[in-house]
C-alpha cells in the first residue's frame, strides 16, 4: 500500500497520536472512514451514470441504423411488373 511498511504506518500514527491526542483521533478516524466511503459511492454512481450514458448512445444509434437496412417500400413495390407494362402512358388533356 503506497510504499508503506507495517514500521512506517506505526511511525505515522504515533505522530498523529501525538499531535492530535488520543481523544481527537477516534474523530479524525471516523470523519476520514466517512469522507471516503462518500468518496467511493460518488465515484461509483458517476461510472454507473457514463455506463448508462454509453448505453443510451448505442441504443440510439442502432435504432436509427436498424431502418436504413430495412428495403425501402419503393423497391419491394417495383419488384413487380405493372399490368399495362406494355402500353404507352395516356396524355391527359
Known sequence: ?????????????AVLLLFFGAKKLPELAKGLGQGIKEFKKASTDMQQEFHRSVEDTHSHQVQHTAPASAPA?????????????GQAPAKSA
Not at 1 to 13: A, Q, V, Y
Not at 73 to 85: E, I, L, T, Y
Request: proline content about 12%.
Open 73 to 85: 417500400p419503393a423497391a419491394v413495390a417495383g419488384q413487380s411488373k405493372p399490368a399495362d407494362a
Open 1 to 13: 500500500m503506497f510504499g508503506l511498511g507495517f514500521p512506517e504506518i506505526i511511525l505515522i500514527g
